[in-house]
């Protein structure tokens, strides 16, 4: 089905037209008539297969019939919560995109930087904001945001946004919405956590699933390299230069494994960046879109980009730490592949990871391709150290094997090696006896004495009785 069948404004069909788009994905067949309709919704989907764009559409055509672009002081009208920083820029640019030649105002407000830009803009007016709960809800306290008149409430990536803690966030700013507004929740999986959620917020919803466990992503080839955990470096610098990719992604665990592998990767690359949640706003955001354009050809990172970021073309997405979940698995995949076109994930597989792998393919079959053996039999440039042996300090055939034992020492050089005496750490006796210690040798001359500065000898003195006398002695003789 084309967006023409779906009847939108010329001017949002000439967006999607420019941005490449000519069919509607599953998603957005079955949920845009639903929108429009009025229902609440609650859709879970793929990654990659056009979620944003399924509720950015009708929104955007509803609030455009208003024709309130010449009202100066405009109500927030639709408002979208995104877990992240990076997906809620995301959001942003594809609602942007979207409503070109509309006169739709569309701003993002999410922590990490100042709020001064964004209470100027929340003053001139906003029809729809996008935003992460923390800042949202920080600058509802301050009195800046007013939630009376939204028409549309959606939450994006509800399931990740219930992992990170944001449940209580989202029930607060939820109450603070004072009309009835249509609610739409869209997720990657439908967890028990999720429908809890949906029963307190949405009324009467209509449900769709178009992410069936059955079919996972197929337009990824997924491949596998069995590999100890200390392998794993030799592994990459190996793929990388085999397959000399032109964009890939390289997710690691940890953000300090991370900067560990950034600082290998610039050393021998040098177009190298990376991203993960120690990095300023302005830094990840420089970072994300010198990737997208192409000025650097690798990007490490943590689970912080896995979702929602939206990457032309991404050639490779590999995982040189497995995550701990499927779903963390599947939403990096999900980076490459997008809107029909091919990717290629490739996974390192340490022993510690092989339950995640028995997980993985017990819920979607066999789907990796096992290259290990490809690389089992190649020659490792480095030079491997051989193990110390004591043959190895003959280098000539016809020298003599090295004995640990002491050769003989003798002071004399001119006598041979076989007529030395063994070496003994004790003193040789002296030809001389010893005498006895006597205090009055110490002195030079028999006759000296005492020496005064004055130049003049002095006799010893008498060694004085320094014993104390009694107190009661000395008062008498006070008294008297």
Request: with cysteine; glycine share 4%; proline share 4%.
């Amino acid at each position: 089905m084309t967006f023409e069948t779906l009847t939108f404004d010329r001017r949002i069909i000439k967006n999607l037209t420019r941005e490449g788009y000519e069919n509607a994905t599953e998603i957005q067949e079955k949920a845009i008539p639903i929108i429009r309709e009025g229902h609440d919704l609650m859709a879970s989907a793929q990654t990659g297969t056009g979620k944003t764009a399924a509720f950015a559409l009708p929104i955007i055509e509803s609030i455009a019939k208003k024709h309130m672009s010449n009202q100066k002081k405009r109500p927030i009208q639709a408002v979208i919560l995104a877990p992240t920083r990076e997906l809620a820029q995301q959001i942003t640019q594809s609602f942007l995109d979207y409503s070109q030649n509309t006169g739709l105002r569309v701003r993002a407000i999410y922590g990490g930087v100042s709020k001064r830009n964004q209470i100027m803009a929340l003053k001139k007016g906003v029809d729809v904001l996008v935003a992460t709960p923390g800042r949202l809800l920080d600058l509802m306290n301050m009195r800046l945001i007013d939630l009376k008149a939204i028409e549309f409430f959606v939450l994006d990536e509800a399931d990740r946004m219930l992992d990170m803690g944001f449940i209580d966030d989202v029930k607060t700013i939820y109450s603070k919405v004072e009309t009835e507004c249509q609610t739409l929740l869209f997720s990657a999986t439908i967890s028990k956590e999720v429908e809890k959620l949906a029963k307190v917020m949405l009324k009467d919803p209509m449900r769709l699933d178009t992410a069936p466990k059955e079919e996972p992503l197929r337009t990824i080839k997924q491949s596998l390299f069995r590999c100890d955990e200390r392998h794993k470096n030799r592994l990459l610098f190996t793929f990388i230069h085999e397959n000399k990719p032109q964009s890939a992604l390289i997710f690691t665990r940890t953000k300090q494994r991370a900067d560990s592998l950034f600082k290998k990767l610039f050393m021998e690359l040098g177009t190298v960046g990376i991203i993960h949640g120690d990095k300023t706003q302005r830094d990840r955001l420089n970072t994300l879109n010198a990737f997208k354009r192409g000025e650097i050809t690798i990007l490490v990172a943590t689970d912080v980009v896995a979702r929602g970021i939206d990457i032309h073309e991404l050639e490779y997405v590999i995982n040189y730490d497995m995550p701990d979940q499927v779903e963390s698995y599947i939403h990096r995949i999900g980076r490459t592949g997008r809107n029909h076109k091919h990717g290629e994930a490739v996974s390192f597989v340490s022993p510690k990871d092989r339950g995640v792998i028995k997980e993985i393919e017990s819920l979607y079959g066999r789907i990796f391709h096992d290259r290990s053996e490809q690389t089992s039999d190649k020659p490792v440039k480095n030079k491997v150290k051989k193990p110390f042996t004591n043959n190895n300090k003959s280098t000539k055939q016809d020298s003599k094997p090295y004995n640990k034992k002491k050769k003989a020492y003798s002071k004399d050089k001119n006598t041979a090696s076989g007529d030395a005496k063994p070496y003994s750490k004790r003193k040789k006796a002296s030809n001389t006896e010893a005498k006895p210690y006597n205090n009055d040798e110490k002195r030079s001359n028999n006759d000296a004495k005492p020496f005064n500065r004055k130049g003049k000898t002095q006799k010893p003195k008498a060694r004085k009785n320094k014993s104390k006398k009694p107190f009661y002695a000395s008062y008498k003789k006070n008294k008297n």
